[in-house]
């Protein structure tokens, strides 16, 4: 799987994920790709954050809402995290997180760190979300891949002791949640 995988080339600086505040034109673009991931009230479960918010994008399982800043953009580091377009990480966002919440099935180990556990989820949405998020392209497919492999590479310390610490990618993803919903 790993092999499979090709990067694009993005120019190194320090960005990881983009900080360009969103126009008008971006914001209605991302709300309406967003919206097919609810059935309901998508007005009052996708939010934009204010010009003065450095809180992050992310998914708030409690309220069921998609919180959306410049960082939905993608950086300019060579990671896949930072190459991630704005429907990849919506996607990662909705058909990961938000899915694996509404089911029950958000990652969690009780013999675990959190760090584990968040590690284990994280990796969960972007294989999820490579395999059945909406619309996207081949090439944001094989970045929310190669992210769930960097991610595993980078911060695979958390599972030390566990019983995922020899586990390849493609075993931990066989321990995860990744049917469609």
């Known amino acids: 799987m790993k092999k499979a995988i090709k990067k694009r080339n993005i120019v190194e600086s320090n960005g990881l994920r983009g900080s360009k505040v969103l126009s008008i034109t971006d914001k209605k673009e991302i709300f309406n790709y967003a919206k097919q991931y609810f059935t309901d009230n998508a007005e009052e479960l ?3 954050a204010d010009e003065m918010s450095t809180n992050n994008t992310g998914y708030m399982a409690l309220m069921d809402v998609l919180y959306i800043n410049t960082d939905i953009m993608p950086g300019t580091l060579g990671t896949a995290n930072s190459r991630l377009g704005w429907q990849a990480a919506i996607a990662h966002e909705l058909e990961g997180h938000r899915y694996a919440a509404l089911n029950g099935k958000t990652f969690y180990d009780p013999n675990i760190s959190v760090q584990a556990n968040d590690l284990l989820e994280e990796i969960q949405a972007s294989v999820r979300a490579s395999k059945h998020g909406k619309k996207l392209s081949h090439l944001d497919r094989e970045d929310l891949l190669q992210d769930a492999i960097e991610r595993l590479e980078t911060h695979k310390h958390f599972l030390s002791g ?15 949640w990744i049917s469609k919903h």
């Open 46 to 48: 996708i939010q934009f």
């Open 162 to 176: 566990t019983k995922y610490e020899s586990l390849t990618i493609n075993k931990i993803i066989e321990e995860l």
